[in-house]
Structure formats: C-alpha cells, structure tokens
C-alpha cells in the first residue's frame, strides 16, 4: 500500500501544482505571449505600411523630378528668348545709334566743306583785290601783268 498511497500522494501533489500553475503563472504567460503576438503583429503591418509609404515617397519623389526638369527646360528656354531679344534690341539700337553718327559726321563734313568754300572764295576775293589794286597801282605793262597773274595763280 505504499506505493500506492505515494502514487496517490504525488497525483495530489501533481494535481495541486497543475492547478496552481493555471491560476496564477499560465495566465500572466498567456497575456504576455499574446501581446507579444500584438507587437510583432503591429509592427509587421507598421513595416508593410513603411513599406508602401517608402514606394509612394519614391514615386512621389520622380514625379516632382519630372515636374522639376520640366520647369528647368521651360525656364531655360525664356532665357535664351529673353537673351535673344536683348541682343536684338541691342543691336537695333547700335544700328541707330550708328547712323545718327553717320549723319552726324555728314553734317560735320558738309559743314566743313562749306566753312572751307568760304574761306577760300575769301581768300581769292582778297587775292582778286590785293591783284586788281597792284595792277592799278603798277603801269600797265603786259609782261608785268601775266606775271603778277602767274604769282597769283600759284598761290592759290
């Protein structure tokens, strides 16, 4: 009867240990496992949300590029425009301002060549004087005449 009375005795033993095991150690494991369960859940679907925000960030990301280069090329283009028009209104106004000199200087040149004319029907007007008044002065020689004409031909 021993042994069965320890048999009986262990099996109480055993029995009162299972018991005691579910009411207060299995159930603090339960909840642990479980919200471990939660946070490895949670965090798996936190990665696949990662996962799909990290390819929309990058689809995102090359369609502002695109969007980007597209306002680069047009930016790009109003300046060569914007340039173009610069050096053609550049060279307009040097075209201008080339022939207002132009005229300038015919003016200046005209002007001159009259100031000159002038001046030198001046000149032949004192020279036709200062000759007529030494031909009254001198005789009336024919010789002396040509030569005084000569010398006044040579001056001029």
Same mark, same amino acid.
Request: net charge negative; glycine share 2%.
């Given at each position: 009867?021993?042994?069965?009375?320890?048999?009986?005795?262990?099996?109480?033993?055993?029995?009162?240990?299972?018991?005691?095991?579910?009411?207060?150690?299995?159930?603090?494991?339960?909840?642990?496992?479980? #919200?471990?369960? #939660?946070? &490895?859940?949670?965090?798996?679907?936190?990665?696949?949300?990662?996962?799909?925000?990290?390819?929309?960030?990058?689809?995102?990301?090359?369609? /502002?590029?695109?969007?980007?280069?597209?306002?680069?090329?047009?930016?790009?283009?109003?300046?060569?425009?914007?340039?173009?028009?610069?050096?053609?209104?550049?060279? /307009?106004?040097?075209?201008? #301002?080339?022939?207002?000199?132009? #005229?300038?200087?015919?003016?200046?040149?005209?002007?001159? &060549?009259?100031?000159?004319?002038?001046?030198?029907?001046?000149?032949?007007?004192?020279?036709?004087?200062?000759?007529?008044?030494? &031909?009254?002065?001198?005789?009336?020689?024919?010789?002396?005449?040509?030569?005084?004409?000569?010398?006044?031909?040579?001056?001029?």
């Amino acid at each position: 009867m021993n042994i069965n009375l320890t048999i009986l005795g262990q099996a109480i033993a055993f029995a009162i240990f299972v018991l005691f095991c579910m009411k207060y150690v299995w159930p603090p494991l339960r909840d642990a496992l479980t #919200e471990r369960q #939660e946070r &490895i859940a949670d965090g798996l679907s936190a990665a696949e949300r990662a996962k799909a925000d990290l390819k929309n960030a990058h689809a995102e990301a090359a369609a /502002e590029l695109e969007a980007a280069k597209a306002r680069s090329v047009k930016l790009i283009e109003q300046a060569n425009l914007s340039a173009q028009q610069i050096v053609d209104e550049a060279r /307009e106004q040097a075209k201008v #301002e080339a022939n207002r000199i132009s #005229e300038q200087s015919q003016a200046n040149l005209q002007q001159q &060549i009259a100031s000159a004319r002038s001046e030198l029907r001046q000149e032949v007007a004192a020279l036709a004087v200062k000759g007529a008044e030494s &031909i009254l002065r001198s005789e009336v020689n024919e010789q002396k005449h040509s030569d005084m004409l000569k010398s006044l031909s040579s001056s001029l």
